[in-house]
């Protein structure tokens, strides 16, 4: 008689991660920090600024998945604070002396190129809402059919469907589109990493709408949904991750760099009594 054997599966346990998640407590804390220094970044863009009013869930989201030599192109720059900069060695594209629509095609080319090597580099492409900056329907029909390392992330309904069309010609591109909630740094963090990953195997482009589905106002629990560094404080510390020290640990750090944190103002205005601590985790690999 045969007997089947099973094989040993290291639980989430042991590898780092935690039993309800497939994301490493590494990563949960590379996600906060990220956060956390976006939008202290954003604090400094004046009002009315494009980037990254509102949007800081999503750009920590998806370049957490980023490796050194990827591509991110965005209509500005002026939310990339050092501290950012030295967490993710990525090549940042903003339209200086050109459109964002010429950017694009520019990236697009690019990305041809990384495709025929088969280097697996990535190439992000962050849309506007509206106006010129918006991502030409041509540009995701284009990345579709030649199955390009990319990834567009573009404002959408609540429904996820996808903002107005500055083009009336294009038939709809044959690539996953996946509407994720613009507040939820998990839920786009989960989103990007498989769509990066899927990118990076040679199948091709995806589309990630960000939808605000979540009003500015507190929920019953008190807390602004709206805000992307108090909904992923609250999320982390019922997940009994090491918030407060984090916190703390970042704080120093900013302080130390910058001397006036602006950091530090971030966290201030998403205090939460209820965080607290245990172990500090090993600083996150970007890489």
């Known amino acids: 008689m045969v ?3 099973k094989a040993r599966i290291p639980s989430a346990a042991v590898q780092g991660k935690m039993g309800h998640s497939l994301i ?3 990563k949960f804390r590379q996600l906060y920090e990220l956060t956390v220094l976006v939008q202290a970044g954003g604090r400094r863009v004046r009002s009315g600024g494009p980037w990254p009013r509102g949007r ?4 920590a989201g998806v370049m957490a ?13 002026s939310w990339m604070s050092e ?4 967490r993710l060695p990525i090549s940042i594209r903003v339209p200086v002396a050109t459109t964002m629509a010429n950017l694009i095609v520019e990236s ?8 025929l090597r088969n280097n697996a580099r990535m190439t992000v ?7 010129q900056n918006m991502i030409p329907a041509e540009a995701r029909a284009l990345a579709s059919a030649a199955g390009l390392p990319v990834l567009f992330v573009e404002a959408g309904s609540a429904k996820g469907a996808p903002g107005p069309s500055n083009s009336k010609s294009v038939a709809v591109e044959a690539m996953p589109s996946i509407p994720v909630d613009s507040s939820d ?15 990076r195997q040679g199948n091709g482009p995806t589309q990630i709408l960000c939808a605000h589905w979540q009003s500015g106002a507190n929920g019953r629990d008190g807390m602004n949904r709206s805000n992307a560094v108090e909904r992923l404080e609250r999320w982390l510390v019922t997940r009994g991750l090491p918030v407060l020290e984090w916190r703390e640990e970042l704080a120093t750090q900013s302080n130390a760099t910058c001397g006036s944190s602006s950091a530090a103002a971030v966290f201030e205005a998403t205090h939460q009594d209820s965080v607290t601590g245990s172990q500090p985790f090993a600083q996150a690999n970007i890489e």
């Open 3 to 5: 007997t089947q054997v």
């Open 83 to 86: 501290s950012v900069q030295s």
């Open 56 to 59: 800081e869930a999503v750009l």
């Open 185 to 199: 740094v998990i839920a786009i963090y989960r989103v990007a990493h498989e769509s990066i990953t899927r990118a």
């Open 24 to 26: 490493s407590e590494s």
């Open 65 to 77: 998945d980023l490796r050194s030599g990827d591509v991110l192109v965005a209509e500005s720059a």
């Open 108 to 115: 697009l080319s690019s990305s041809t190129i990384d495709r």
């Open 125 to 131: 492409i962050f849309g506007a809402a509206g106006g």
